[in-house]
């Protein structure tokens, strides 16, 4: 996570307002940035000093009063008409087309979970917090590559970027959507890329398709038979930059 994205999240830090993932980022740069950890110090010591300095004044009873007697009243509710008797089956028959139509409206009109991107970004903060990057760790890409693809039914995609300013790191096993896959790690600066493949259950080409999801960035794509997809908190121009170079690969 860069400085200003981290900063910006700072006072939804302090109130506890973030979830696991942001929260272990924000944790990560700020033990490495000294002006975030002022920043969030300054925020905590003031809400500490309005909590304790503060006095708390309750309004009285007469100031509610002439609230309350300002207030618009409620217009009467207007005359219903007479309903139309159904019976039983009738009413049991439009309460269920009415379930029927909302849950139709619901289902189109709420996004539905992407249980891939869930499980790829998973796995990959996952390697982060438990240090287990790497089952291999060599940027000798004839190491990386046999050493995967004996212990997986897939030739994957290993080269080392370094020249690019994509360093490989190693490999590792993972499981993700239901399949075996290869981790391919890389590093860009001070950031981490996961680049996942694993057997397509559908075997047709697809193109890149990038997507943002608590924070990082996502790129997927299907080629010759097996899917792949980088996972990064880096920023998306540099995410689709090394798609592009594993995808010249």
Known sequence: MNHERARSLLHAYADHETGPIRRFFISRHIATCPSCLAELEAIQAMRTALRTNLTVHRAPPALAMRIASALPREAPPPVRRQPVRLGFAGAAMAGGLAGVALTLAVTRFTPQPDPLAADVLADHVRSLMANHLTDVETSDQH???????????????????????????????????????????????????????????????????????????????????????????????????????????
């Open 143 to 249: 190491t990386v590559k046999p050493w995967l693809s004996a212990r997986l039914d897939l030739s994957p995609v290993v080269k080392d970027f370094a020249a690019e300013g994509y360093p490989l790191v190693g490999g590792r096993l993972d499981y993700v959507d239901g399949h075996r896959a290869a981790a391919i790690v890389y590093r860009r600066d001070k950031h981490v890329i996961n680049l996942f493949a694993f057997v397509s259950d559908d075997r047709s080409d697809a193109s890149p398709r990038q997507e943002n999801r608590d924070g990082f960035n996502i790129v997927r794509w299907r080629t010759g038979g097996l899917t792949y997809v980088a996972v990064s908190d880096v920023e998306a121009a540099q995410l689709m930059a090394f798609v592009r170079l594993v995808q010249s690969g």
